[in-house]
């Protein structure tokens, strides 16, 4: 969550709407209470800016995202090994075509 008075992360959920739960994640973990402050992320907020669950899921968020103007997807793909992350992301390519 880095520095309080210049923050992308904080700004963004800001304009996302989350103003008063990004102060309070802000604050605990500048307050070096992390595992409190990420549990206070809303998780209306996490599953708004995630690609998380089954294929068709991911395919209607991708799909969301498109229609909202997103351009760009920044992708940490979650895997035991490397086949398999490059397999998401695979997956994430075809679902974004």
């Known amino acids: 969550m ?8 904080n ?11 990004a ?10 209470r992390k595992e409190e402050a990420a549990a206070a992320l809303p998780e209306e907020l996490v ?3 995630s690609l998380v669950g089954p294929r068709g899921h991911v395919a ?6 498109r229609e909202a103007g997103v351009t760009t997807l920044n992708a940490t793909p979650l895997a035991a090994d490397h086949a398999d992350r ?8 075809e679902l974004a075509s």
């Open 11 to 21: 700004d963004l959920a800001v304009r996302y709407g989350f103003a008063g739960q």
């Open 47 to 49: 599953r708004g800016i």
């Open 60 to 65: 209607e968020r991708v799909a969301a995202f």
């Open 2 to 9: 880095g520095a309080r008075g210049k923050n992308f992360y």
């Open 86 to 93: 490059l397999r998401s992301i695979e997956i994430l390519k």
């Open 23 to 32: 102060a309070t994640v802000q604050d605990l973990y500048l307050g070096g």
